[in-house]
């Protein structure tokens, strides 16, 4: 028996008139009688139908409108990853040409979703480090991978695979120098 009390529905038992359980609507406190109706026809021996199929259900209520908007956001859920997940960073110019002082430099790379980073740096003139430096938070930086020594018309370069975060270049020692660095991103 379902009674209503406020906004909730009990369902009591017919026999003792102990509550068996208390619902926000109607519909699941039969679902409840329902349940109880049905574990005491199989515990007296009687064949029952299975459960219906809850796919079903789900796919009864999208059809009927109950569920519509939750279509749109699932599909737009499904193109934003897949978009993310094609985009590389592009290749370029870290520094501009001829870089004469120590120092990070002011620009940086953001590899999303590039399964590898290059780095490559080069003097036209003296000699030079470089360091490229990692930060997760865009203020703390560390170095990553191996300090490239420069000489006048020599080249080095670093590679990260699966690179995260925020990549920088910083020039930490120069001698009359004049530092390119170039970046490239390896994509899908």
Known sequence: MIVRRGKRYILKSKESGRTLGTHPSRAAAERQETAINMSKARAAGHTLPPPPDERGETMRKIRSGKAKFLLPLVLAALV?????????????????????????????????????????????????????????????????????????????????????????????????????????????
């Not at 938070?137 to 690179?163: I, Y």
């Open 80 to 188: 934003s990853s897949v978009q993310a997940a094609t985009q590389t960073c592009p290749s370029g110019t870290l520094a501009p040409a001829g870089v004469t002082t120590t120092g990070p430099l002011t620009d940086v790379i953001i590899p999303r979703a590039a399964p590898a980073l290059v780095v490559e740096a080069y003097s036209t003139a003296g000699t030079a480090t470089v360091q490229v430096e990692l930060s997760c938070d865009g203020s703390h930086w560390a170095p990553a991978g191996t300090a490239m020594s420069l000489t006048a018309t020599g080249a080095q370069m670093v590679s990260f695979v699966q690179p995260a975060c925020t990549f920088r270049a910083n020039v930490t020692a120069c001698s009359t120098c004049a530092v390119t660095v170039l970046y490239a991103c390896a994509g899908p």
